[in-house]
C-alpha cells in the first residue's frame, strides 16, 4: 500500500481519535465498569438473533435487486454482505462494500460493473427510509438536535435528488444509437461515455423490475430490525427508555457513521451514541458504558460471521489487501 493511499485514511483515524477522547473525557470509570457487569445476557442473545435477521434480509433484498444479471442465492449475497463487513472491521472507507461487489460478480461470471447498479440502489433505498424515519422522529420526539435536523435536512435534499435522477433514468424512453468506434487518442473517453451508458441501463432495468418493490419492503424490516436489536441492548445494559426513543437514539447514531470513517465506524459509533443518549437525559459515564457495550456486542458477531464465510468461499486475508491494494 502506497504512502498516498495511506495518508487519504488519515482523516478518519483523527475524527475516530477526537471521538474517543471526547466520550472518555470527564468519565467515573468505577461506573461505567459496574453499569457493564449488570448486563441482561437474555435480552442481549435476543438483540444478536434480530441482527442476524436484519442481514438475512439485506442478503435477500440484494439478490432481489441483482435477479436482472442473474440468480444468486440469499445466502450467498448474505455470506458476501458479512465478509464485506468483516473486512470494513479490518481496513478503512468501508473498503469491504467494494469486495462483496467482486466476490457477487465472480460468482455470477459478470463484471464489477454489473453488480455496482445494484448497491447504488441499496443505499438510494437505504438513504430515503433513513430520511423518512429521521422526518419521522423529529414529529413525535422533541429531543433531536437542531444539528441533527440540518443534516436530515441535506440528506434528504441528496435523496430527493437521487430518486429524481433514478426516476428520470427508469422512465426515459428510447435507447442511446450505437456510437462509432472514436480515434485512439478519445478511448479512455469513449470507455467512460460506455460505462455511463452500461450502468445507465442496467439501473432502468432494476427500476422497471418488479423486485424493486418488494425491496423497498424489505428495507423497511432492515431499518426497523435494526433499530429494535440496539432498543434490546439498551434493555440489556439497563436503559429503560421507549421503543421511541431507542428508535431515534440509533437513527442519531446511523446518521452520524453515514461517512465512512475509521474501521467499523470506530469512535463515531460511539460518540453519537453518547450524544443520543445524553439528548434523553442519560448520564454521559453511563451512555459511554453503553456505547462501548453496544459496539462490542453489536459487532463482535458480524466479525464471527464474517470469518467464517470468507473460510467458507476461500476468501483470505491476503486476497482482500491484493484487491484493496489495486483498487
Not at 150 to 177: N, Y
Request: charged fraction near 15%; glycine fraction near 8%; proline fraction near 5%.
Amino acid at each position: 500500500m502506497t504512502t498516498s493511499r495511506l495518508l487519504k485514511f488519515v482523516p478518519g483515524y483523527v475524527v475516530a481519535a477526537i471521538c474517543l477522547v471526547w466520550i472518555f473525557h470527564d468519565v467515573q470509570w468505577p461506573r461505567l465498569l459496574a453499569g457493564m457487569a449488570g448486563i441482561r445476557w437474555r435480552w442481549v442473545l435476543l438483540a444478536i438473533v434480530f441482527d442476524v435477521i436484519c442481514y438475512v434480509c439485506q442478503g435477500w433484498r440484494w439478490q432481489l435487486l441483482l435477479r436482472p444479471k442473474g440468480s444468486v442465492s440469499t445466502l450467498k449475497a448474505t455470506e458476501a454482505i458479512y465478509i464485506g463487513l468483516f473486512v470494513n472491521a479490518l481496513l478503512p472507507m468501508r473498503v469491504g462494500e467494494v469486495l462483496r461487489g467482486h466476490l457477487v460478480a465472480r460468482w455470477l461470471d459478470a463484471d464489477f460493473s454489473a453488480i455496482l447498479p445494484s448497491m447504488v440502489v441499496e443505499r438510494l433505498l437505504d438513504g430515503i427510509l433513513l430520511v423518512v424515519s429521521l422526518g419521522v422522529a423529529a414529529i413525535f420526539v422533541q429531543q433531536l438536535p437542531p444539528e441533527m435536523l440540518k443534516a436530515s435536512d441535506v440528506l434528504g435534499v441528496a435523496m430527493v435528488a437521487g430518486t429524481v435522477l433514478f426516476a428520470f433514468i427508469v422512465f426515459r424512453e428510447g435507447a442511446h444509437p450505437p456510437e462509432p468506434e472514436p480515434p485512439a487518442r478519445f478511448t479512455r473517453i469513449h470507455v467512460i461515455r460506455r460505462f455511463m451508458r452500461v450502468l445507465e441501463q442496467d439501473l432502468r432495468e432494476i427500476g422497471r423490475s418488479r423486485e424493486l418493490y418488494l425491496s423497498f419492503a424489505v428495507s423497511f424490516l432492515l431499518l426497523l430490525g435494526q433499530a429494535l436489536a440496539f432498543w434490546l441492548i439498551m434493555w440489556a445494559y439497563g436503559l429503560r427508555l421507549s421503543f421511541w426513543a431507542g428508535a431515534a437514539i440509533f437513527l442519531i447514531m446511523h446518521l452520524g457513521t453515514v461517512i465512512p470513517s475509521a474501521p467499523a465506524n470506530l469512535g463515531t459509533y460511539q460518540f453519537f451514541t453518547v450524544v443520543g443518549l445524553v439528548l434523553f437525559g442519560v448520564d454521559k459515564t453511563v451512555a459511554t458504558g453503553f456505547s462501548l457495550v453496544a459496539f462490542f456486542l453489536l459487532t463482535l458477531p458480524l466479525w464471527v460471521a464474517g470469518a467464517l464465510a470468507a473460510s467458507r468461499t476461500g476468501t483470505t486475508f491476503a486476497a482482500v489487501r491484493k484487491e484493496f491494494d489495486s483498487l
